[in-house]
């Protein structure tokens, strides 16, 4: 008997698994040899176990799980059950290699973070704004602060001077919203004098303002001045307008690099009314997804953009057509952003499924939110 056969040796050789492999193999009942010397223990297989030893190494090393494996093995001749099992595993690797893109992708953008964080000036810096335009740009980006105890520099509006720009920003880490307006030169009147037109171009400073403080300065905003004096700086943050004044304490923390972020290289523009988008937002379907802080699960929209440009949500069972693009985000921080974008005609920055969807308020273009996509598990 033992001329038919092959020895584990042998058959590890030609078949390139080892002899260890094999003896696992045989102890999980995957691939039991044909017979077993009772002197010695030793084991031989037969001929036609060759075919199965080198499709089982193969299996192997695209990492299909064991019951995989034996269901493969196992499989009825012309059935298809076992094109079945590989063609589900490759969806499962698609799919993690769609998460592990994503992923790296957001890991550099925290490496980039920490290697060049917005440093918060120590000098004291005042500039005049247009009040207005202030109490817009809060309004726009406040929704976004962070609430993790565990991030506190995100528990805040960042306030970046760049010369004659004021940008505020707000995050989470699944959203993030910013709004600019411009710096006002030159004495304004009620107010001691701030930066002369010549200064202002060189003004640079940033500051984390607490969120406390933000809401305190939005409520002083309504008094009806034309504008507001801001100071920066030294750790404290001071707000003036209309005779009123409120000041506090700034972050003692360096903000992420948000600039790193909003470089954005959209494949689709849309424009839309946003009191459209929003009705077809809270009437349409949702699918709850895990997301968010530790994996809770959240109500999720998917919107598709078809060939022809129409913007729409998707319902729950939709499949998407070829050449369609769909984009998911919690629906919640969607609904946040378009209401924190006013009435007026949106313009929606689409790349694809794991990209960062932009939602712009038109003429407008510093003023915008980025939400981060969620992955939606395609059907089995």
Known sequence: ??????????????????????????GAGVLAPAWVDPQTGYRWYAPGQLADARLLCRLRRVGLPLADIRAVLDAAPGSGAGRQVVDAHLRRLEDGLTDARRELSLIRTLIDQRENPVTTAPAEHRFTVPADELAAALDAVRFAVGSDSGVPMLSGVLFDLDGGLLRLVATDRYRMALAELPVVSGPVSGLPEAADSGAAADLSAAAIVPTALVDG????LGSGAEHAELTLGAGRFRAGTGGHLIEGATLDHDYPDYRSLVRLDPVHRVGLPAAELRGAVESGVTRSLPSGPHGAACEVTVLTLDG????????????????????????DFLLDALRAG???QLVLEITGPIAPLAIRTAGRDGTFSILMPIRVPEPA
């Open 342 to 344: 006013g009435p007026e």
């Open 217 to 220: 300065v939005r409520a002083l």
């Open 1 to 26: 008997m033992e001329s038919d056969l092959r020895s584990i040796g042998e058959l590890a050789r030609d078949s390139g698994l080892g002899v260890s492999a094999l003896r696992f193999y045989d």
């Open 308 to 331: 022809d440009g129409r913007l729409t949500v998707a319902a729950d069972d939709a499949e998407p057509a070829p050449g369609d693009v769909r984009v998911a985000v919690n629906r």
